[in-house]
Structures are given as C-alpha cells and as structure tokens.
Nanobody, 126 residues
Framework: QVQLVESGGGLVQPGGSLRLSCAPSGFTLGYYAIAWFRQAPGKGREGVSC????????YYADSVKGRSTISRDNAKNTVDLQINSLKAEDTAVYYC???????????????????WGQGTQVTVSS
C-alpha cells in the first residue's frame, strides 16, 4: 500500500527553524520526484520545494529560497525539508507529494503529483 507520512510540524517562534520529514512507503516501482507543498487557510496549495530523484536536482519557491533545504536521508528513507528564519507567513499545513511518472513540466503544480500525504501543521507565532 502506497503511503506518505509527514512529521515534524508544530508551533515555532518567528525566526526559528523546523525540519519536516516525509516517509514514503509502498512505492515498489519507485518514483521520480518528491515535493513539499503547503496550504495556508483560505489559500491555494503552494509548491515549496521539490527533489528530482533521478538526478538529485532541487527546486525552491522564491518564498523560501535561501532559507530552506530539501534533502534525502537514505538511512531513514525520508525526504526532509529544513526551513530556517521562519515567518508568520510560513504558517500552513505542509504536505509531501510524489510523482510516479518520469517527466514533469512544472514542479510547483500540484496536479503533477500522484500521491499525497495527510499533511502536518506548522504554526509560526510568538
């Protein structure tokens, strides 16, 4: 059974850091890209970062570029998203998603992804 499980969300003060983890399982044929999205109340789902599994290339939204890192932990079989210098506008539910087809045109488009996790809440507040 295909599953994506996110963890690491919580309440963080502005300026703090957070590390989110996504644990994919059941992808017997593998997958080609794994991404993090977020959705704030009343807003659409926004692509935050993506890792192309075939070549390791990474992508970031302008809103988090320079203060976030997506990485793969092979020992834990997770794909993690580290976000530093957190701001109130980073408050959202964060989802990881997987693309199982080889090619995509726009990593930040939610429609390109085939499987989604349940999400983890991140709240940035003092």
């Amino acid at each position: 059974q295909v599953q994506l499980v996110e963890s690491g969300g919580g309440l963080v003060q502005p300026g703090g850091s957070l590390r989110l983890s996504c644990a994919p399982s059941g992808f017997t044929l593998g997958y080609y890209a794994i991404a993090w999205f977020r959705q704030a109340p009343g807003k659409g789902r926004e692509g935050v970062s993506c890792m192309d599994i075939s070549d390791g290339h990474t992508y970031y939204a302008d809103s988090v570029k320079g203060r976030s890192t997506i990485s793969r932990d092979n020992a834990k079989n997770t794909v993690d998203l580290q976000i530093n210098s957190l701001k109130a506008e980073d408050t959202a539910v964060y989802y990881c998603a997987v693309r199982i087809v080889p090619y995509g045109s726009s990593w930040y488009e939610a429609l390109e992804y085939d499987y989604w996790g349940q999400g983890t809440q991140v709240t940035v507040s003092s």
